[in-house]
């Protein structure tokens, strides 16, 4: 099993960090410019009527559902920073086995070796898929 060398560790979290900081900012930036700010919009643009109140609260919809999104990210990064407080960061859940250090790069809040994960993924298919 290889682990994660320091300067690997220490890279790992430095990139941990600066997405963290910018999702604070995305997050920042999209509650400011929420609410009422997109019905304003189109109300600037010639009055309102049902067609653009609809669209108004779409986008709205659809603004709360980025900030869900990247709220989830920053939850993943707490955990991964956790895990490497604790001396688990770099191990796949599952099999027990190290995170390639290439994985971690392109995606390191991973929890799962590729292999667990291409696994994790096939079982867990049909979650959040309707079926007739």
């Known amino acids: 099993m290889d682990t994660l060398t320091v300067e690997q560790n220490n890279q790992l979290e430095q990139l941990l960090k600066q997405r963290y900081q910018q999702l604070i900012g995305e ?66 859940i599952d099999c027990g086995e190290a995170i390639a250090f290439e994985r971690l790069l392109a995606y390191p809040t991973a929890k799962r070796c590729i292999r667990c994960q291409q696994a994790h993924e096939k079982s867990h298919t049909s979650e959040g898929t309707p079926s007739l």
């Open 27 to 92: 997050v920042q930036a999209e509650l400011a410019s929420t609410g009422e700010q997109h019905f304003a919009d189109f109300a600037e643009a010639g009055g309102s009527d049902e067609g653009d109140e609809s669209m108004a609260d779409a986008l709205a919809d659809i603004a709360a559902a980025k900030v869900d999104r990247q709220i989830n990210e920053m939850r993943d990064i707490e955990a991964a920073r956790k895990r490497m407080k604790q001396g688990g960061y770099g191990i796949c």
